[in-house]
C-alpha cells in the first residue's frame, strides 16, 4: 500500500471527523422526532433546518472540489456521479420531509435521510478518500481549504466570454479585489501561463494558484487569497 504523507492523514481525520459530527447531528434530530410525538412538527422542522444548512452546503461544496478532484481517477468517475445522485436524494428526501403532514410519514422519511447519509459519508470515508490521500500529487489539505472557501462565496468567471484585449486587465483587477479566503475560479480553454506569471510578479505569494481541472478542452483555476491563519 502506498505510504500516504502525514498532511493528507492529517486532511482525511478532518474530513472523517466532520462526517461523524453531521451524522451525528442528524440523527439526534431524528431520534428527537421519534421520542416526542406531540411537538413531532417542531422536531420535523429543527431536522429540515439542519440538513438545509449544514449538510447540503456541505455537498455542494465537495462536488465543486473534493468530487472534482476524484473525477480525474478513470475508476471513480462513475461513484462520484453516483455520490451527487444521493446528494440529490438527500435533498429531495429533506423537501419530503418538509411536506410531511403526519408524525409516522416524517419518522419514515427522516430515517430514509439518516440511512442515505450515513452510507453515503461510509462511502466517501473508505473509498473516496483514501485514493485521494494515497496520491502524493494530491495536497488534501489544500483540496479541503478549497472546500470551505466554495462556501464563503467564491467568484466564477468564464474568461472565454471576455474579449481577448481586456482578459489580464479584468482578472487582475478581480483577484485585486479578493477578500482573504475567497478564490476567483477561472474557466479557459488553455493553460494560461502568461496570466499565472504575470499574477506571480505582482502579488507574489499572496494569491494561490490551484488547478481544478487541466485539460483537455477546459482548465478551471481557483486563484485564492489564503485566509489569514491565528
Ligand atoms: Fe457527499
Ligand atoms: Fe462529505
Redesign the pocket.
Known amino acids: 500500500m502506498a505510504t500516504i504523507s502525514e498532511g493528507n492523514r492529517q486532511a482525511g481525520e478532518r474530513?472523517r471527523a466532520h462526517?461523524r459530527a453531521m451524522l451525528d447531528a442528524v440523527r439526534a434530530r431524528v431520534g428527537a422526532l421519534s421520542a416526542d410525538g406531540s411537538t413531532w412538527t417542531a422536531a420535523r422542522d429543527a431536522l429540515v433546518a439542519h440538513v438545509e444548512a449544514e449538510v447540503l452546503p456541505?455537498?455542494r461544496a465537495?462536488e465543486a472540489t473534493v468530487y472534482e478532484r476524484a473525477r480525474d481517477y478513470p475508476h471513480l468517475r462513475g461513484l462520484v456521479d453516483a455520490m451527487v445522485r444521493e446528494h440529490g436524494a438527500i435533498a429531495s428526501l429533506t423537501g419530503a420531509l418538509a411536506a410531511a403532514r403526519s408524525p409516522a410519514d416524517a419518522l419514515r422519511i427522516a430515517g430514509g435521510i439518516e440511512q442515505v447519509f450515513a452510507v453515503h459519508?461510509g462511502i466517501?470515508n473508505d473509498v473516496m478518500l483514501p485514493a485521494l490521500e494515497a496520491d502524493p500529487a494530491v495536497d488534501l489539505g489544500a483540496v479541503l481549504e478549497d472546500m470551505h472557501a466554495v462556501a464563503d462565496g467564491d467568484v466564477d468567471l468564464d474568461v472565454g466570454a471576455i474579449p481577448h484585449a481586456q482578459r489580464h486587465r479584468i482578472i487582475l483587477g478581480l483577484v485585486e479585489r479578493l477578500r482573504p479566503g475567497q478564490a476567483l475560479v477561472i474557466t479557459v480553454d488553455h493553460d494560461p501561463l502568461p496570466l499565472r506569471r504575470q499574477i506571480e510578479a505582482i502579488h507574489g505569494d499572496g494569491l494561490r494558484w490551484t488547478y481544478r481541472a487541466r485539460g483537455p478542452r477546459l482548465w478551471r483555476i481557483a486563484i485564492r487569497r489564503p485566509a489569514s491563519r491565528s
Open positions: 474530513m462526517h456541505h455537498a465537495e459519508a466517501e
